[in-house]
């Protein structure tokens, strides 16, 4: 557990000094904000909290933050050497995989953290009538469920980091899984089966995080996000250990031919 900690504390430190991970969390607080103040109006005189308005715009724009801190988790070791050098380390690839993909996953929980600040901090200045709903209690469970999107999400983006040289395509194919695919499956359910359209008003992923703001957590998508985000890790380590053993087997090659 030790090595597990330092792991992801290396990567924490790590990722806070990447510029690109710097410009994602700002594109990602911008994005997030405009959402924001636009629900706010779109919502105005609704029985809608500015938790649920919140949670509504991070839901959107959840799977882009998560590309872009998990596309260089993996992305490109494999082309430049660098994942033989982090194999040959003294440590298991559980811990390494496992380190890693904390690291990342703590920078999308503060990223989330602030984005929740701006509106507890900022909004009461312009209007008082909001005071009673803006209080770091009363969007926890807003935040723990978006929590748990990122952690799908980031479990996604390092997986496909993982399988992809490059960290564009990495982000790309995250974002394709995490949010693209849902949304034209969800567009084609809709389309093929109007019906649904009364039963399925939104996003699953985004009506999933207006009844955690409403603290109604259902089994359903907390059994979702947590099954398939841990089957995304079980991808990322099958594919980190045949990695190990194509290592030792290349070094035993090169002994063998000296």
Not at 235 to 242: A, G, M, S, T, W
């Amino acid at each position: 557990m030790n090595v597990v900690r330092i792991m992801a504390v290396r990567t924490f430190g790590a990722w806070t000094r990447l510029s690109a991970v710097a410009w994602a969390i700002v594109f990602f607080l911008a994005l997030t904000g405009a959402l924001t103040v636009h629900g706010l109006f779109a919502f105005e005189g609704a029985h809608t909290t500015v938790a649920e308005v919140w949670a509504r715009a991070a839901a959107w724009t959840v799977p882009l933050l998560s590309a872009l801190l998990s596309m260089h988790a993996w992305a490109g070791a494999r082309a430049d050497g660098r994942l033989d050098l982090l194999l040959s380390a003294p440590v298991t690839e559980r811990s390494l995989f496992v380190g890693r993909f904390l690291g990342v996953y703590a920078h999308a929980c503060v990223a989330l953290a602030l984005s929740a600040a701006v509106p507890v901090c900022v909004l009461p200045r312009f209007s008082s009538a909001l005071a009673p709903q803006l209080s770091a209690l009363s969007f926890l469970p807003a935040y723990c469920g978006l929590a748990l999107e990122a952690f799908f999400a980031v479990a996604v983006g390092c997986m496909a980091s993982a399988c992809a040289r490059s960290a564009a395509v990495a982000a790309v194919l995250s974002l394709a899984l995490t949010s693209l695919l849902p949304y034209g499956l969800f567009r084609a359910v809709l389309q093929w089966h109007p019906v649904w359209r009364g039963r399925f008003a939104e996003l699953p992923a985004v009506a999933h995080a207006v009844d955690f703001a409403d603290a109604y957590a259902s089994v359903a998508p907390v059994a979702f996000y947590l099954a398939f985000g841990l089957f995304a890790l079980f991808r990322i380590f099958v594919n980190i250990r045949f990695s190990f053993f194509g290592t030792i087997r290349k070094s035993y090659l090169e002994i063998n031919t000296l």
